[in-house]
């Protein structure tokens, strides 16, 4: 593979069997469906997962993948710059399913929504928030128009601010286990 090249779900569906599949959204997320296969190192823990995935990268190919292919094709930026090959999966695992490809899910855990659902919650509830308060103070209706301003920026630039904030939250970070875990078989 070239430095970063991207996958169809479908070349990659023919490639699983030979792929490490590193999926960089949070442990929510990746509990809610998975490829199988798939090792969760959410992207803001990819810096410390460097070693692990160069070792990784040194026995085979990599294939980065979160939802949509945004976060992985970030992902796979960042390896670059650190000498890693990668490749993203185009359209992530909404492309994988929309397919009707296999996922796994996580048993006996309760997953917390995934980030998309997330963001729709907290950023309706600030709009409701700001119109309601803006009933009584004027100045309220600021939140609404900042969020909004918010998710404008956030669909032309393609990133997502409120995401990071929520993705620093409590129930979306790994347990310190499961990603020691993790990264112990992309090392072994």
């Not at 490490?20 to 992207?43: C, K, M, Q």
């Not at 490749?87 to 009707?100: E, M, P, S």
């Amino acid at each position: 593979m070239a430095p970063s090249t991207a996958l169809t779900a479908e070349q990659a569906h023919a490639r699983l069997h030979e792929l490490t599949v590193i999926d960089v959204r949070t442990p929510g997320e990746y509990a809610s469906g998975h490829l199988p296969g798939a090792h969760n190192i959410p992207l803001d823990h990819l810096d410390a997962a460097l070693p692990a995935l160069k070792t990784a990268a040194d026995r085979g190919d990599l294939l980065i993948m979160c939802a949509s292919g945004a976060r992985s094709a970030q992902a796979c930026e960042r390896l670059a710059d650190h000498g890693i090959t990668t490749a993203t999966l185009t359209g992530g695992t909404a492309a994988w399913t929309r397919l009707g490809h296999d996922t796994h899910r996580s048993e006996g855990t309760r997953t917390p929504w995934a980030m998309d659902r997330q963001v729709r919650l907290a950023a309706g509830t600030l709009v409701l928030t700001g119109l309601l308060a803006g009933q009584r103070w004027n100045a309220a209706r600021w939140l609404s128009a900042g969020v909004a301003g918010g998710l404008v920026f956030s669909a032309l630039t393609d990133t997502c601010g409120m995401a990071r904030i929520l993705a620093a939250f409590p129930h979306n970070q790994p347990r310190t286990a499961d990603l020691d875990a993790t990264l112990a078989i992309l090392t072994a």
